[in-house]
Each structure stands twice: as structure tokens, then as C-alpha cells.
């Protein structure tokens, strides 16, 4: 979600599970976890349900300004684990040579200035990092990626996704690559800045009241270097309601997104209702795009006043989709998982993620692991304590395999805002502490108490599996 910047072009404020429970509605089933048990904590290099935590780093040590906003990305290939946030006066990347136990110090990506905002960032097949964000210049707001072939050492490469028309509205971009090297950006794009008026959050960022919010992709051919038109992904263009999708790319080139629809009341004055998470797909490289499923019924919408980036999509070893989003519903945030084992045709009955019973933010998200494995993290403020970091694993044969743990050791401040995304990412035999096994990196903005930030800081985690 955006971060409202005195240019006013986005959603952000300026930066100065089984155990099988209980049916409670047709298709979905609530954790055994009943509201409010207390979570496992696991103390260093000791495991707690399957989770062993072996380092803890600040990554954003050096900036000692508000950091937030971080997205991740590993390089398969090797012990590479990136990061990238909104601080150090732009958009700031920090990368691990050793399967994310040590950082080295971060850089401000080339392209990027105060306010730009939303940083994404993907690995290619080749090993090339791309990092993307969104910018607001000359009348313009659109994405900017930059691209680097040193493995994040250095950006050579920036390009800029400019629209054909000024005055426009744009937001948060997700960024992926095919198997055959093509780029892809999804990002939230209006013909009018104009039409879109927000609901802000002193604690948070800021939601959408009304606008012409539609979800578009452009994709690259050539590495980042140029880019081709906008298509449009979510039916109803130039106001879907549709906003905020993230993307994978399947081993065949298949292309998934899920995303959060809103629903348009007036054409004229673009008011809207809740929203709902659909998936969608494409099998010509994003040119044309099938009909959107919705997952989770009618009742469970996400309120128009929901601050945070709500929704993600995973996919395991085997192939199986899985997403994650949260809603809110008497009086309740909940976080939820739905998974597909048909390539996102249909989708199972919602198994539910966050023990609270509380209308706390959860930010959700997922990761694939292996076969009929994912692995999901939310960062929450349930706690009287603050904001803290916590993941649990989920098999489609067993239902949850662990109860919630913490990751984070901290809380931090409530009043302090984390970033709208956190950074989730399966280690497959990259990590030298753990040769040959399973790992997870997770990173999360976080304004605890004892660090020499005044505002959030970015941590990062090796967690291995057990």
C-alpha cells in the first residue's frame, strides 16, 4: 500500500493450522490454535515446532532514518540473499554473500531519490538482480527498474516505465522473471490522479477511498533495457478496482498473479465496496489473461480502510499455488490461506492462519517449499507489545504441521510504521551454516527499542527447518 508523499501520487504517508479445528463457515476451518494461545518463541539455535533461529541481523544499521518496506530475493543458483526497502534517503539494497548471515553495508539504488517508494526485487535466471520501486516526476508516477550483473554489487542498468499520459496514478509494483530471461512488472495504474482519494492511518500508510484503480503489466524482452505497452490484467479497465499483484512465473513460462479487487459503485465518481482476492493467468506472456476466480467467499471481504499490502502468492516444488491474504469481519482481522492443486482453476477451502481474535494488522505472506509444503509469515501487531514476526508450516496432506512461532525477538513500537510487506524466501542448500537443508530468510521492518534507528529498522533471519 502507498506511503502518502506531499506529492500525493500514492497510497504512503511522507517517511520523516492442523490440527483440524472447528468448521465456523463452509470451506473454511479455523486452527486449533484457539484465540489467544500463547506462541512459541524458540531461543537462539534451539528449535520450537520445527524452526530454529540461527542469526538475526540489522541489516539497515548504517541508515538512521526511518526504514521500511522491505521486499527479498534469492539466487537459487548460489548464497546470494537480497534485500530492498525504503530508506537511506531512497530506495536502499543490502546483499549476503553467504546465504544471508552477514550483509554488507547498503546502497542507495541508482534512480531512486527521497520519495520514491514500494521496492520489489527479482533474480533472473542468469543471476541478475533487478530492482524495482516507483517514482513521481514531471507529472508522471510510474515504475523504475534497475538492473545489475554484478550480483547486486553494482546498478549500471536503469529504466523507467513512463506512461503515455501525464497526471496519472500509480502504485505499488511487483517485479518477476521468466524461465527465458523476459521481465515482467505488474503495478497499479489510474488515467486520473484526480479520481483517487485515500483513508489514512496516523500508525500506518494509507488506503483507497475512491479511484480509477486498474492492475496493468509491461513486460521486457531485452533485460530491462526498454519495455512494451501497458495490457491490462484486471477486467473493467480504466476502473477495475483491481490493485496490488504480486506475480510468479511458472517453470513453462505461465504467468500467475493474484490480486486484490475491489468493486466500482459509480463510474463517475469512482466510490467503491470491499474487496475480494482473485487469481488469474496467462499463457502468452502476459498478453491476454483468463477470467479472474475469486478465493474466499462473499462474507470475508478486505475493508476499504486496510492500510497494508494484502495478499501473496506462492508455489511449491510440485507446482501447487498458494495464497495468503487477511480480512476483516466483525470487528476481526484474520489471516488466511487458500492452495490449488490445478494450476489455479480451483482453489480449497480456506484454512485459517492468525490465532488472535482481534482486529490487529496482519501481513501476510507465503512461500512455496517442497512438494505440497509452504511456509507462512505474518507480521502483526496482536500483541500488547508491539509489532513482531511469525511464520508456521502448512502441508496439503496434514493440514498445519506447526503451531505460530515467533521469529523476531523484539517487539517494536505499535505507533511506528514497519513497511506494508516483509520478505519470505525458501534457502535450498545455500546456506553454509545448514549444508544440504531447507532453510527460510525472512526480513521485516521493526522500531524496537534498543537499536540506534529513532524510527524502523530492517532485520533479517536464517531460520532453518527442523
Not at 494509507?206 to 484503480?213: E, Q, R, S, Y
Not at 482453489?347 to 509452504?374: C, K
Not at 493440514?399 to 516483509?422: C, H, L, M, Y
Request: glycine letters at 12%; proline letters at 7%.
Amino acid at each position: 500500500m502507498p506511503f502518502l508523499r506531499p506529492h500525493a501520487a500514492s497510497r504512503h504517508v511522507a517517511l520523516s493450522v492442523v490440527r483440524a479445528g472447528c468448521v465456523i463457515a463452509a470451506g473454511i476451518v479455523a486452527t486449533s490454535a484457539a484465540l489467544g494461545v500463547p506462541l512459541r518463541v524458540p531461543a537462539a539455535g534451539q528449535p520450537a515446532d520445527g524452526f530454529t533461529v540461527r542469526h538475526i541481523t540489522d541489516v539497515s544499521e548504517p541508515c538512521k532514518d526511518q526504514n521500511a518496506e522491505v521486499e527479498q530475493a534469492v539466487d537459487p543458483s548460489g548464497p546470494y540473499v537480497y534485500e530492498l526497502w525504503m530508506g537511506c534517503t531512497g530506495i536502499a539494497f543490502a546483499r549476503s554473500v553467504d546465504g544471508g548471515m552477514h550483509f554488507g553495508a547498503p546502497i542507495g539504488v541508482p534512480g531512486s531519490v527521497r520519495s520514491s517508494w514500494d521496492p520489489a526485487v527479482a533474480v533472473a535466471p542468469s543471476g541478475t538482480v533487478y530492482a524495482s520501486f516507483m517514482i513521481s516526476q514531471d507529472g508522471y508516477t510510474y515504475p523504475v527498474v534497475a538492473a545489475s550483473f554484478d550480483h547486486g554489487a553494482t546498478f549500471p542498468q536503469v529504466s523507467s516505465l513512463v506512461p503515455p499520459k501525464r497526471r496519472n496514478w500509480g502504485d505499488r509494483d511487483f517485479i518477476a522473471v521468466g524461465p527465458d530471461g523476459a521481465l515482467y512488472v505488474t503495478w497499479d495504474y489510474g488515467p486520473s490522479a484526480a479520481a483517487v482519494t485515500y483513508i489514512c492511518n496516523p500508525a500506518g500508510s494509507c488506503a483507497f477511498a475512491t479511484g480509477d484503480l486498474n492492475v496493468v503489466m509491461q513486460k521486457s524482452t531485452d533485460g530491462g533495457k526498454t519495455w512494451g505497452p501497458i495490457v491490462h490484467v484486471s477486467p473493467g479497465f480504466p476502473a477495475s478496482g483491481g490493485d496490488s499483484a504480486p506475480l510468479l512465473i511458472e517453470p513453462d513460462g505461465r504467468i500467475d498473479v493474484e490480486y486484490q479487487g475491489y468493486h466500482i459503485t459509480n463510474d463517475v465518481t469512482y466510490t467503491m465496496t470491499p474487496a475480494h482476492s482473485y487469481f488469474t493467468t496467462s499463457d502468452d506472456g502476459g498478453a491476454t489473461w483468463s477470467a479472474p476466480v475469486q478465493v474466499g467467499p462473499d462474507r470475508l471481504s478486505m475493508s476499504k480502510a486496510e492500510w497494508w499490502i494484502d495478499g501473496d502468492l506462492g508455489r511449491d516444488a510440485a507446482g501447487n499455488l498458494y495464497i495468503t491474504w487477511d480480512t476483516q469481519h466483525d470487528g476481526r482481522d484474520v489471516g488466511w490461506l487458500s492452495y490449488s492443486t490445478d494450476h489455479g482453476k480451483t482453489w480449497s477451502g480456506l484454512q485459517r492462519v492468525t490465532p488472535d481474535a482481534d482486529n490487529a494488522t496482519h501481513i501476510v505472506e507465503v512461500v512455496g517449499g517442497r512438494g505440497g509444503v509452504a511456509y507462512v509469515g505474518w507480521l502483526a501487531d496482536s500483541s500488547s507489545r508491539g509489532y513482531a514476526q511469525y511464520v508456521r508450516a502448512f502441508s496439503i496432506s496434514r493440514g498445519w504441521s506447526s503451531e505460530p512461532v515467533r521469529i523476531s525477538k523484539q517487539f517494536g513500537n505499535a505507533a511506528v510504521w514497519p513497511g506494508d510487506t516483509f520478505g519470505i524466501s525458501v534457502l535450498s542448500g545455500v546456506n553454509p551454516a545448514t549444508p544440504g537443508d531447507q532453510s527460510l530468510a525472512l526480513s521485516w521492518g521493526s522500531a524496537v527499542a534498543d537499536t540506534p534507528h529513532p524510527h524502523s529498522a530492517i532485520f533479517e533471519a536464517v531460520v532453518s527447518i527442523t
